[in-house]
Structure formats: C-alpha cells, structure tokens
C-alpha cells in the first residue's frame, strides 16, 4: 500500500486505475486519451501528466478541479466537454477518433459498440467496471449497472485485438468485483 494514502484510504480515489497505468504504455506516444465518464479526473490528470492530449468528458466537468484541472498547465492539452452520455446531444464526440479511451467505473450499454468506432487504427481501448458480484460489497448492486459474466470480452473480442482481460474481487481501496479489458484496433 502508499505510504502516503495508508492513514487516509479515501485520497486512493485521485490515484489512477492500476488497470490503466499498467496498460498506459501501449498507446502512441503523445496521442489523445479520451476519458469518458472522467468523473474527478484522475486519469485525465495522469495522462496529462505523461505528456498526452485529453479530452476529458462527464455530466459534470465541474469535478474536474478536485485534482487541480483544467489549469492554465495543460491549457493546450486538455479539452473539458460537459456531456450527459445518457441523454444523447453528444454526437459530435462519436465522430471523432481517439489513440485511446479510458473508461472506469461507468457502464451504459449503448455506448459499448460506439467504443471500436471512436478508436483510431492502433488506438488502445481500456476499460474497468463493476462486475456481477460486486452487490456484496455495496454500490453498484443494481444489475443494469453491473457486467455480465465475461460481457467485456463479448463487446469487443470481434472488433478489437485483446491484449488482457480479466474479472478480479479488488480489496483495496474498497472491496469491489471488477471486470476489465484492455484492446487494440488493428
């Protein structure tokens, strides 16, 4: 565990997913991240930080700042949408392309045969959620919000190449059943 987050478990959530960082190095080198459902913007702030381009995208971007964005640092790298990707009005945002999208802890189905498109040709897909089993542990414990056994795999397996994918109990930084995959577009 980090030292640093040892007696406060509740600053993990400014951390970047393990699942993206381990997966970060396979996007093109200075490309542009699209972190959908970017919630705080922990991922957006790590892939700014690695020198990447982000278009960081939720409901509310107003979260933004809880890890110090957008800032004048990264005003040519970072691009805030405020989007409600369950209302629809977003359809410009689906006919860009991306080196890669990052997606945590957010599932609407609809979106997940978008994803493939949206990638660039070589663009990195990677995705963590809730999984089936996560309801023992709290929240998320509604069915729509949680993956079906292997269901990642199953939306993308034909259209992208799959560099990993699993379904894990997580116990830091809070017990969770997660489901996730990471993806290339050749």
Known sequence: MNERFD???ALYRFLPSEWVTRHSHLIRPGGQV???ACGQGRHSRYFL???FSVVAVDRDISLLSAVGLPSEQY??????LEIDLEQGGHTSLFERQFDAIVVTRYLHRPLLAL????????GVLIYETFAVGNERYGRPSNPDFLLKENELLDAFQAHLTVKAFETVELGTPRSAVVQRICAIKN
């Open 7 to 9: 007696h406060n478990p």
């Open 34 to 36: 699209l972190d959908l």
């Open 49 to 51: 930080e690695q020198e």
């Open 75 to 80: 005003n040519d790298q970072l691009e805030a």
């Open 115 to 122: 994803l493939p498109i949206m990638l660039a040709d070589g």
